[in-house]
C-alpha cells in the first residue's frame, strides 16, 4: 500500500471539513478502491463454486493502468493465467469467475470420451490474452489443440477429435 504523508496545515480541516486530512491512515478492510496486497492469496472460485487457486500476481495494463488479469496457482500445478473478462466479482472469500477456467494439469478427452492427455501449456494471444490453443501431453507424445476445436469445459477438457 502506497502510504502519503500530509503537509497540510493543520487549519486544513478547518477550511476542508468534507475532506479527510489525516492521509497517513491505513485502511485494512474493503473499500472501493483495492492495493495489490488486498488481492494477493485471495482464492479463485469457479462459476460452479469449486477452488481454483490463489491470486499470485496481478497483471496491470501499462497504458489503461487497469488489471487486466492475475496469475493463479493451486498446489503444486503450474501458475495459469485468468483474463479480467472471467472476473465475476471480488469480495472478502475471493475471486469469484463467471465459467471455468481451463488450467495445467486439466484432463482433455475427445468427443467419444478418449483420454488425449493432460494441459501442459496454454497459449494466449499476446494482444488480447484470448486463448489460441492449447499443448497437450499424453505419454512423451504432446499435441497442439486449437481453441476451435474446443467443445465443452468442465471436470474435463473435451475437444473435436
Known amino acids: 500500500m502506497i502510504r502519503i504523508e500530509s503537509a497540510a496545515p493543520q487549519n486544513m480541516q478547518e477550511k476542508f471539513p468534507d475532506c479527510d486530512t489525516n492521509m497517513t491512515q491505513s485502511h485494512e478492510g ?7 496486497k488486498q488481492f494477493i492469496g485471495k482464492i479463485v472460485f469457479d462459476n460452479k463454486g469449486n477452488d481454483c487457486g490463489k491470486i499470485h500476481s496481478l497483471h496491470i495494463n501499462p497504458q489503461t493502468f487497469a488489471v487486466s488479469g492475475i496469475m493463479a496457482k493451486k498446489m503444486l500445478s503450474k501458475e495459469y493465467f485468468v483474463s479480467r473478462g472471467y472476473f465475476e466479482e471480488i469480495n472478502e472469500s475471493g475471486l469469484h469467475l463467471n465459467s471455468i477456467p481451463i488450467k495445467p494439469n486439466d484432463k482433455v478427452i475427445d468427443t467419444e470420451g478418449k483420454n488425449m492427455g493432460k494441459v501442459i501449456k ?7 490474452n484470448k486463448l489460441e490453443s492449447l499443448e497437450v501431453k499424453l505419454g512423451f507424445k504432446s499435441r497442439m489443440v486449437l ?5 465443452g469445459v468442465g471436470e474435463k477438457i473435451t475437444v473435436k477429435s
Open 122 to 128: 496454454i497459449n494466449l494471444n499476446s494482444e488480447t
Open 30 to 36: 474493503f473499500s472501493k478502491y483495492w492495493t495489490p
Open 147 to 151: 481453441s476451435c476445436n474446443i467443445v
